[in-house]
């Protein structure tokens, strides 16, 4: 019904999937950055595919600013599982240099407001708006330095 493109979206899914979850790929931050936000990726262009909209200029920005936005911010939701992290003997961002990935998402989060609200040209209001919303959240990430807190925080996003 969809053609060739959402099988191939669909195989590169499950080849990524059983890469991360059977082969390591959830074992290193970088891995585990890249696979997760590559994997987002693929799901939206098959989405779209679906949807009927064929590949342009928008779609195609769409895509590699999600795949970069993904790819920088991902490690948020490992905050809140560092000591299980630890234990499964993976090696995050979170794990290995916390006050970086704290300081990432403190500077990256309103950073990335700012950048998709000027490219996709939001009016000054919402983009405000946008932009302190995220310097709020990015904020709670130096703020509430426990576990506890930290789900909280993520769960807010």
Not at 31 to 59: C, H, Q, R, W
Request: aromatic fraction near 12%; proline fraction near 1%.
């Amino acid at each position: 019904m969809y053609g060739i493109k959402v099988l191939a979206c669909s195989a590169c899914l499950e080849a990524l999937s059983i890469w991360y979850n059977e082969f390591g790929g959830d074992r290193t931050w970088l891995s585990k950055n890249l696979l997760t936000a590559i994997a987002y990726t693929i799901l939206e262009l098959g989405t779209t595919i679906v949807f009927g909209s064929s590949m342009d200029n928008i779609l195609a920005r769409a895509a590699a600013f999600n795949f970069v936005m993904f790819a920088t911010t991902i490690h948020a939701q490992d905050f809140k599982d560092e000591e299980g992290d630890l234990l499964a003997g993976r090696r995050t961002l979170v794990t290995l240099f916390p006050t970086f990935a704290r300081m990432s998402m403190t500077i990256g989060i309103p950073l990335w407001s700012l950048c998709l609200s000027r490219l996709w040209e939001v009016d000054i209001f919402c983009s405000l708006a946008f932009m302190a919303y995220g310097t709020i959240v990015g904020a709670r990430f130096m703020v509430y330095r426990t576990s506890e807190c930290t789900q909280t925080v993520v769960q807010t996003i």
